[in-house]
Nanobody, 123 residues
């Protein structure tokens, strides 16, 4: 099993940037797809981005629109989410998750989750 710990959340003004990190530990020797999700108050959790096990394939939700970039450093067992041009509607708890496999598709089942990190964007 893989344990995930997010960090990097906080309070930022509209137009600002944040970089989220997610450190993985445990059985990280297997290939894992890594993903970021978010959940705003009163809303369902939604997919934000995912990255293939090698880091060569990136997948984004339509609303990202080039403002977010996912990356990973497999030597450090860490995945990142660089968020630029943040808006108040980006306010949410952001979760890191992983799924066994190499490539993400809409049916990918993420079975390990971090505890989440709060991102608040003030207007």
């Amino acid at each position: 099993q893989v344990q995930l710990v997010e960090s990097g959340g906080g309070l930022v003004q509209t137009g600002g940037s944040l970089r989220l990190s997610c450190a993985a530990s445990g059985r990280t020797s297997s290939s894992y797809i890594m993903g970021w999700f978010r959940q705003a108050p009163g809303k369902a959790r939604e997919f934000v981005a995912a990255i293939s096990s090698s880091g060569g394939n990136l997948y984004y939700a339509a609303f990202v629109k080039g403002h977010f970039t996912i990356s990973r450093d497999n030597a450090k067992n860490t995945v990142y989410l660089q968020m630029n041009s943040l808006k108040p509607e980006d306010t949410a708890v952001y979760y890191c998750a992983c799924a066994r496999g190499s490539y993400y598709y809409s049916g990918t089942r993420f079975d390990s989750w971090g505890q989440g990190t709060q991102v608040t964007v003030s207007s």
